[in-house]
């Protein structure tokens, strides 16, 4: 089955202690990115992929790092999670960059909670 | 970067046709226009997308003038189960990086028996 993965789903951790949210998708798709979600701002990208060792960031990067060095793996990573990155985390890959389909697919999502 | 407004609510019926614009002013000459939809707490999940004039698929239709300024996205008798957030995107991917694809706050899309 053609999917997005995430893990974990659900994540509780306290300030300053580095954690990695993995992203990996089947589709062999070349872009790949990470958005947070939270109340009343919609998504918002925090960094994206356009293929390996290729990462750019988005509109909302600091405290947060990404690398890509196997296509199918995205992980975001947070050095020093601070409680403003308690949020809803969604990665997503699409085929765009090879290709004029614009579709994204999203995984389940991560929701993290810092304390 | 060609920003995106929407309304940030919008109410209708159970079988009514529903039409959600989105105003893209600036959008460059290769963006395409994309639509998405969300329920809570899960992804946001493709309906969409065009470059120019209408374009329909088996869920929605989405018309673009000539002018690409604007957009909208046009469900067809809705249900109960269209109650969802409706992103519209404007953006293009090119050998220089993403550009557009944010996300913005969406309309929030509320159907009522």
């Known amino acids: 089955e053609a999917q997005v993965t995430q893990n974990p789903r659900y994540l509780i951790t306290v300030t300053g202690k580095k954690l990695t949210v993995t992203c990996s998708q089947n589709?062999?798709?070349?872009?790949m990115s990470w958005y947070r979600q939270d109340p009343g701002l919609g998504l918002r990208q925090i960094y994206y992929?356009?293929?390996?060792?290729?990462?750019d960031k988005g509109d909302v990067p600091e405290g947060y790092k990404v690398s890509r060095k196997e296509k199918r793996n995205f992980p975001l990573i947070l050095e020093s999670p601070s409680p403003n990155q308690t949020s809803l985390y969604f990665c997503?890959?699409?085929?765009?960059?090879?290709?004029?389909?614009?579709?994204?697919?999203f995984g389940p999502g991560t929701r993290l909670t810092v304390t | 970067l060609a920003k995106t407004t929407q309304p940030i609510s919008m109410d209708s019926y159970e079988g009514q046709e529903v039409n959600i614009t989105c105003s893209h002013n600036?959008?460059?000459?290769?963006?395409?226009i994309t639509w998405y939809q969300q329920f809570p707490s899960q992804g946001p999940r493709f309906i969409i997308q065009?470059?120019?004039t209408k374009v329909t698929n088996e869920v929605a239709s989405l018309f673009i003038p000539a002018d690409r300024k604007s957009s909208t996205l046009s469900l067809p008798r809705v249900s109960l189960s269209d109650t969802a957030v409706y992103y519209c995107?404007?953006?293009?991917?090119?050998?220089?990086?993403?550009?557009?694809?944010?996300f913005g706050k969406g309309t929030h899309l509320i159907i009522q028996p």
């Open positions: 997503a890959s699409s085929p765009l960059w090879t290709s004029d389909n614009y579709e994204q697919y």
């Open positions: 589709m062999n798709h070349e872009y």
């Open positions: 992929s356009m293929n390996v060792e290729v990462t």
């Open positions: 600036n959008i460059a000459t290769n963006d395409y």
């Open positions: 065009g470059y120019k």
């Open positions: 995107l404007v953006g293009v991917y090119s050998g220089g990086g993403a550009d557009g694809l944010t």
